[in-house]
């Protein structure tokens, strides 16, 4: 069975860039899409965006300036980089496995990783 | 990108039926998926395509569409259901989650 486990430092400065990776195991990457969803304190889910196993992405346009999101088939893993974080960027980050069956859901979802902002 | 839009709360007396709706601003109406979400935990999908269930939940758990509107009903609720319940839906830009609902069992 599929599980996913996000890593990646809890605390951050504001203007720095928010790193974290998202381990697969149980299964393999190769053939599905992969996402990183937030959610702030207190509120509701937000998608960042998600990526192909072959590298293909796509971003929410709300972040997508400031959003990279890239895979290593070697090593199971997909990564989030998140740049020039605010306060507003404090939440708890999710990554899952998207599948698509007429349209793209997540099946598959870790345990979420809690990420602060602040200096 | 399009908006889902949910009630902010649910509240049920045990062994009731709940229903919570999420309406799309956007034409044609993508498929529905809905997810279930407890204080402290990850989201659990519990409903895909509009009202497919995935192996392992519950058959009160039911989804339907009509319209622009799908709706979640949970029958005859239990105090385990008492979450939060998410819909989502994507299109060419993306994926979008709604607000989300709490449902309170009373």
């Known amino acids: 069975q599929v599980q996913l486990q996000e890593s990646g430092p809890g605390l951050v400065k504001p203007s720095e860039t928010l790193s974290l990776t998202c381990t697969v195991s149980?299964?393999?990457?190769?053939?599905?899409?992969w996402s990183w969803i937030r959610q702030p304190p207190g509120k509701g889910l937000e998608w960042i965006g998600y990526?192909?196993?072959?590298?293909?992405?796509n971003y929410n346009p709300s972040l997508k300036s400031r959003v990279t999101i890239s895979v290593d088939t070697s090593k199971n893993q997909f990564s989030l980089k998140l740049s020039s974080v605010t306060a507003a960027d404090t939440a708890v980050y999710y990554c899952?496995?998207?599948?698509?069956?007429?349209?793209?859901?997540?099946?598959?979802w870790g345990k979420g990783t809690t990420v602060t902002v602040s200096s | 990108s399009y908006e889902l839009t949910q009630p902010p709360s649910v509240s049920v007396s045990p062994g009731q039926t709940a229903r919570i709706t999420c309406s799309a601003d956007?034409?044609?109406?993508?498929?529905a998926y809905w997810y279930q979400q407890k204080p402290g935990q990850a989201p659990v999908l519990v409903i895909y395509?509009?009202?497919e269930r995935p192996s392992g939940i519950p058959e009160r758990f039911s989804g339907s569409s009509s319209g622009t509107t799908v709706t979640l009903t949970i029958s005859g609720v239990q105090a385990e259901d008492e979450a939060d319940y998410y819909c989502?839906?994507?299109?060419?830009?993306?994926?979008?989650f709604g607000g989300g609902t709490k449902l309170t069992v009373l």
């Open positions: 899952a496995r998207v599948m698509v069956a007429a349209n793209y859901y997540m099946d598959v």
């Open positions: 149980g299964g393999s990457i190769s053939s599905y899409y």
């Open positions: 990526i192909y196993y072959s590298g293909s992405t």
């Open positions: 956007a034409l044609p109406k993508q498929y």
């Open positions: 395509k509009d009202s």
């Open positions: 989502q839906s994507a299109d060419s830009s993306g994926i979008t």
